[in-house]
């Protein structure tokens, strides 16, 4: 099976509140992740990544926070707007590849 | 500039045909890679080329036959295609695999 997932299929958020996507992961090996985003009829997107060596990393508007205790990742977006709107995807590179969690569509509500 | 660009964006065929995805990378990057991504969004890793050299085949049916003519480019043929083959495909490109990867639109692939 896969290494990383996710918890939910769907998120709906209204517009300006902090919006919170969740992933897990299985290998307590794991060291690093990386969280990207896919907009409507285009490829993924890279957005942050972190290392296991870090609880928390910071971009803008966008933090990620990694739990090695109970092997947990997640990515907040802070203010959320219409422009992201998105599937995002949890993924660790392990094995020589890239293994992607099972994404969450997250919908802004004007 | 596009940096990871893909053609045809959308291919439609019947059952039993063979077609082709082409895909090239102006960013130098020595590592390059197909996925599939199905109707629920899940994305997959196909295979990767590093140097033109195939590193990754993640079982895939041997109906599918990458090429790599040069490090800029990964081709994707796929012969006797079949319905379950319908999805949408993306090549993506690296300097290793634990960097960034950039993907390229999507070929839309509907086999009817």
């Known amino acids: 099976g896969e290494s990383v997932g996710l918890h939910l299929p769907t998120l709906s958020v209204q517009e300006g509140d902090n919006s919170i996507i969740n992933c897990a992961y299985s290998n307590s090996a794991s060291d690093y992740f990386i969280w990207y985003k896919q907009e409507s009829g285009k490829g993924p997107q890279f957005i942050i990544d972190i290392r296991s060596n870090m609880d928390k990393r910071q971009g803008q508007r966008v933090t990620v926070l990694l739990n090695k205790t109970v092997k947990h990742l997640s990515l907040q977006i802070a203010a959320t707007q219409p422009g992201d709107s998105a599937v995002y995807f949890c993924a660790e590179p392990t094995g020589g590849k890239l293994i992607f969690g099972q994404g969450t569509e997250l919908s802004v509500k004007p | 500039d596009t940096a990871v660009s893909q053609t045809p964006k959308y291919l439609v065929t019947q059952m039993g045909n063979d077609k082709s995805i082409k895909c090239e990378q102006n960013?130098?990057?020595?590592?390059m890679y197909w996925y599939k991504q199905d109707s629920k969004k899940f994305l997959k890793i196909m295979f990767s080329?590093?140097?033109?050299?195939?590193?990754i085949n993640e079982t895939v049916p041997n109906r599918f036959s990458p090429k790599s003519p040069d490090k800029a480019h990964l081709n994707l043929h796929i012969n006797s295609l079949e319905l379950g083959d319908s999805a949408v495909y993306f090549c993506?490109?690296?300097?290793?695999?634990?960097?960034?990867?950039?993907f390229g639109p999507g070929t839309r692939l509907t086999v009817t």
């Open positions: 993506a490109s690296s300097q290793d695999f634990r960097d960034e990867q950039y």
């Open positions: 960013l130098g990057h020595d590592t």
């Open positions: 080329y590093n140097n033109k050299e195939l590193i």
